[in-house]
């Protein structure tokens, strides 16, 4: 099961915090459910926990693992993950702000 974006700490050799994010969901081409989907399934599971105005930014962190030997059909085109990834993006509400991975590890160390 996804950790819902759960942000836990664990701890480092050196006894610092270490943050670790765990996934809301999943892009993943298996049936969609609660756990994992396709682009517009995903994208409607992010646009509606985004609805729930968080104000804490740990709330408002949703990490997306991407399955890259999925393959997804939409409006009868067949695509790989990463064009997968970006249908998902295109679907997204304006209001939710996309990342990278550093710019989500920057936000980890200010959070500690």
Avoid at 64 to 73: L, R
Wanted: glycine share 8%; aromatic share 8%; no cysteine.
């Amino acid at each position: 099961m996804a950790g819902r974006s759960a942000i836990l700490h664990g701890t480092r050799d050196d006894g610092s915090k270490l943050p670790v994010v765990t996934a809301r969901t999943h892009l993943w081409s298996q049936p969609d459910n609660e756990e994992w989907g396709g682009p517009q399934h995903v994208a409607e599971q992010l646009n509606d926990w985004a609805k729930g105005g968080a104000q804490n930014i740990a709330e408002r962190v949703a990490y997306i693992p991407v399955n890259a030997w999925s393959t997804f059909e939409l409006d009868g085109r067949k695509f790989g993950a990463f064009e997968g990834t970006l249908e998902t993006a295109k679907r997204l509400n304006p209001n939710i702000k996309l990342v990278t991975i550093p710019q989500l590890s920057k936000l980890l160390k200010n959070m500690v």
